[in-house]
């Protein structure tokens, strides 16, 4: 995988699974759309998409589905191809080096089979172009030979859907974007939805909780279901070594303080990523890669991973000029701004 997740996998609260963590996701992973907890707007537009589709009996529009990393984006794209009753095929961006790798992917696809390509936003220029084409007209360019001499042999696709997801739609060229029938935008989970989620993974795991344990533990996942998940499996074994094994408020608290994710679900990383732009950059602004040279992280890691979240609960905020922190931030970590700061803090209030 990615440089950065060798470095994710070290973080309690990272969004992003490690291998035998995944194993354990797909113990948990909805198999239904009505089984899909929260994103109500996402599910409901699914649900037409996936049924107007069913009655034509064809396959329905290409679907691209964009937002941060552990919010069901997988999960929603195994539960479209089992609503369809379809076969699934899974690659990613980062596996389709060459337009050859998508051709042969694509070749081998049977009628209405579902592909689903994660990080579609890191796949190869040339592949990128070959997709337009099979995304519209079902047909691939195989070129033949090389020089002046090569040629272009089309070849028929069964028709087929793509689903793709990407965690910076952003970086997602016009063309290919314009492409998808469907464009699903996950956001971060409300506690309540979180709080359902955890509830039914404890009944999967056979964990015995109360109400407030579970609330505890939704307000500290960031909005996250990957992340309430991996909580709630942390606090069972603190609840069965500590504890009488049952999880309550005070012991989902006292096992989240001991793993260091305080109040606000924030852990370590995001409190080093304060703490330099408050202590080295008095505040900020301050350019993304100097700030994650501060932090000892990659770029990437800080964008995607930490500041969604950072920006999400008012705590930074992102101008033209770089990261600045918001007076929520000073008082978070309870430092308090030098002088000259005081009169340009932001206000920034929570979406
Ligand atoms: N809406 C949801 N309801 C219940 N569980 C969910 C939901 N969304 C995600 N999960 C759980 O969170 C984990 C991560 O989801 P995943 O689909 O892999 O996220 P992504 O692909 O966006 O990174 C899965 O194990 C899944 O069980
Ligand atoms: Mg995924």
Redesign the pocket.
């Known amino acids: 995988m990615t440089e950065r997740s060798e470095r994710e996998e070290e973080r309690f609260v990272s969004?992003?699974?490690d291998g035998e963590e995944k194993a354990?996701?797909?113990a948990?992973?909805?198999k239904q759309l009505d089984?899909?907890?929260?994103?109500a707007r996402v599910r409901e537009q699914l649900s037409l998409v996936l049924h107007s589709a069913l009655r034509r009996g064809r396959p329905p529009d290409h679907v691209l589905?964009s937002?941060?990393?552990?919010?069901?984006?997988?999960?929603?794209?195994m539960i479209i191809a089992a609503e369809l009753g379809m076969p699934l095929r899974i690659s990613s961006g980062p596996a389709i080096e060459r337009a050859g790798d998508l051709a042969a992917v694509l070749s081998t696809l049977s009628e209405g089979e579902v592909l689903f390509l994660?990080e579609i936003h890191r796949m190869a220029r040339p592949a990128e172009e070959m997709l337009y084409v099979a995304m519209e007209d079902f047909r691939v360019d195989v070129i033949v030979g090389k020089g002046p001499g090569a040629t272009a042999i089309p070849l028929d696709l069964a028709p087929f859907t793509l689903v793709g997801?990407t965690t910076r739609a952003g970086l997602l060229p016009a063309p290919l974007r314009d492409r998808f029938g469907f464009v699903a935008h996950?956001d971060f989970?409300e506690p309540a939805?979180l709080q359902q989620?955890i509830d039914?993974?404890a009944r999967l795991l056979d964990v015995r909780m109360d109400d407030a344990g579970a609330a505890e533990i939704a307000r500290r996942s960031r909005g996250t279901?990957?992340i309430?998940?991996r909580l709630l499996r942390r606090v069972r074994d603190f609840a069965e070594v500590r504890a009488d094994g049952v999880i309550t408020e005070q012991v989902a608290r006292d096992a989240l303080s001991l793993y260091e994710v305080d109040a606000e679900g924030l852990d370590r990383l995001d409190r080093s990523v304060l703490d330099s732009l408050l202590r080295k950059f008095g505040g900020g602004p301050v350019g993304l890669s100097t700030l994650a040279v501060a932090v000892g992280e990659e770029p990437e890691t800080v964008e995607v991973v930490a500041e969604p979240f950072l920006v999400r609960k008012g705590l930074i905020a992102r101008t033209p000029r770089g990261r600045i922190a918001t007076s929520s931030a000073w008082r978070h970590l309870g430092i308090t701004p030098p002088p000259t700061v005081e009169g340009t803090l932001f206000e920034v209030t929570e979406e």
């Open positions: 969004p992003v699974a354990i996701e797909a948990l992973r909805p089984e899909f907890i929260g994103q589905m937002g941060p990393p552990g919010l069901g984006k997988t999960t929603l794209a994660d997801a996950m989970y939805d989620i039914r993974s279901p990957r309430a998940n």
